[in-house]
């Protein structure tokens, strides 16, 4: 409560006077003004709240009310006036008003009202806040570097994310990062405040992700117990990523493209029309002509998606740009994995600088991310990346069996090596070998490996 500021409008001193005692006694900066003038000159230098009298000397209250509001949407207004009538109320709510109290008023009922609409305010600035919060790791600047190739690939993600258009297609190798892209297309445009939703189209059978997508009627196949909202549905308002799309199957391409043309779908055991407000966002790694080509992608859908293409450049084009993305991810990792890591030696970004990055930017992240679990030290160097130096994580070169390749020991072997370096901590472990945690699991039990190895 403490430093919200509330103007008080009103030209009777009497009225004035009473109200801003009480509020300041509740704890409020109360500012006063006494004509429609000079309350839009002090709400320009910021308040939370108005209690505003509907007839003032030089304008009307829903005037003033209308100024405010232009400053400062946020601002909720109380209106007071003795000259009640329905019209005027209906205007006032059309205007922004909070309320609409009828003079005389109770104080402790003003009183009551005021710390209501300012509760209301203190919910949309953490709600605000929140969704701030929520785009924050998704601007443009999360595409890290400088180099031409970047400058420009940024200006086109700036231009699409500020256009109307329905739908965006990115195409691009594996980890140039389409799934990022896609967000911070939506976190950039006008539909950053409504649901942004993912969903890989290889994930799922054809018939899950169907009803994933434009839901389902209660009783439309043998579980479905209940009505179910698709994420088309959920994201009313926002933005679908259609996570490879040239994995989704004939029957299921003739559905998005009716809804891509109309707007418009029908949830799965459904006979009635859903209309809904969304960019589809669509991504692949397969080149889609050729899919077309191949019979295997509806031509009419490809033109549909393809409205406004984007084509994310390979690392390899951009290599320049390693240093800066290399020095983002050890920032990061320092901050995961409680380290103090300075940087990279100039030998180690020469080196990487020289890779190829088939990859691309997730094989670096990747990379940085091991380096970073294995190095004792607070710089990089080439030999924490084997895949660059052609060792084994630490430096290590890989030595065979003397009698022979034996690839159950090699695999014992590389387990045991990551779990000693890793303090048996099974979840890095699995990411120094590129497994998931139930793989390295399966491998601690297939090898009947113990921590007294370590």
């Known amino acids: 409560m403490a430093n919200e500021t509330v103007l008080v409008i009103d030209d009777e001193q009497l009225i004035r006077r009473s109200v801003s005692k009480r509020l300041s006694v509740a704890g409020y900066n109360v500012l006063e003004a006494e004509d429609g003038r000079s309350a839009v000159e002090r709400a320009a230098l910021g308040v939370d709240l108005a209690i505003l009298d509907y007839r003032l000397p030089d304008m009307d209250g829903l005037t003033v009310l ?8 946020d601002v909720l207004v109380i209106l007071l006036t003795a000259y009640a009538s329905v019209e005027t109320a209906v205007e006032a709510m059309k205007l922004g008003a909070y309320h609409f109290m009828n003079k005389p008023f109770d104080l402790e009922a003003l009183a009551a009202m005021v710390e209501q609409a300012l509760e209301t305010t203190r919910l949309r600035r953490e709600v605000r ?28 993600v700036r231009r699409v994310a500020a ?28 539909r950053a405040t409504r649901p942004f939703v993912n969903i890989t189209c290889s994930a799922l059978p054809e018939t899950l992700l169907e009803s994933e997508l434009f839901g389902h009627e209660r009783g439309a196949f043998t579980d479905a117990r209940q009505q179910k909202k698709g994420l088309l549905e959920q994201a009313d308002g926002g933005t679908v990523f259609l996570d490879e799309i040239g994995e989704m199957t004939a029957p299921l391409q003739a559905k998005l493209l009716r809804f891509l043309e109309e707007k418009t779908f029908r949830r799965v055991g459904g006979s009635a029309d859903v209309r809904v407000d969304v960019r589809v966002i669509a991504a692949t790694n397969r080149t889609l002509e050729e899919e077309v080509r191949q019979g295997r ?3 009419d859908l490809f033109y549909r998606l393809n409205v406004l293409p984007l084509k994310l450049p390979p690392l390899r084009t951009h290599i320049e740009d390693v240093p800066a993305l290399v020095s983002f991810y050890i920032d990061i990792f320092n901050r995961e994995f409680k380290k103090n890591v300075r940087g990279a030696s100039p030998a180690t970004l020469k080196s990487l600088a020289a890779y190829g990055w088939p990859g691309n930017v997730r094989e670096l992240r990747n990379a940085v991310e091991r380096a970073m679990l294995m190095v004792s030290g607070d710089t990089l160097e080439p030999g924490d990346f084997p895949i660059v130096s052609g060792t084994t994580t630490g430096g290590h070169p890989v030595e065979l069996p003397a009698s022979g390749l034996n690839l159950d020991d090699i695999e014992r072997s590389f387990v045991v090596q990551a779990l000693e370096r890793t303090g048996w901590n099974q979840t890095r472990a699995a990411k120094l070998l590129g ?12 090898f009947k490996l113990a921590q007294k190895e370590a």
């Not at 209308?66 to 949407?73: A, F, N, V």
């Not at 806040?129 to 086109?156: C, I």
């Not at 497994?435 to 297939?446: A, M």
């Open 66 to 73: 209308k100024q405010i509001r232009q400053i400062d949407p």
């Open 129 to 156: 806040q929140l969704r701030a919060n929520q785009a924050e790791p998704y601007s443009l600047d999360r595409m890290v570097g400088d180099s031409p190739e970047l400058r420009e690939f940024k200006g086109l």
């Open 163 to 190: 256009s109307p258009a329905s739908t965006v297609l990115l195409t691009g190798e594996s980890g140039t990062g389409k799934d990022l892209t896609a967000k911070i297309i939506h976190y950039s445009s006008t």
């Open 297 to 299: 992608f509806r031509e």
């Open 435 to 446: 497994l998931n945690r139930d793989q390295i699991h399966y491998r601690i039990e297939k």
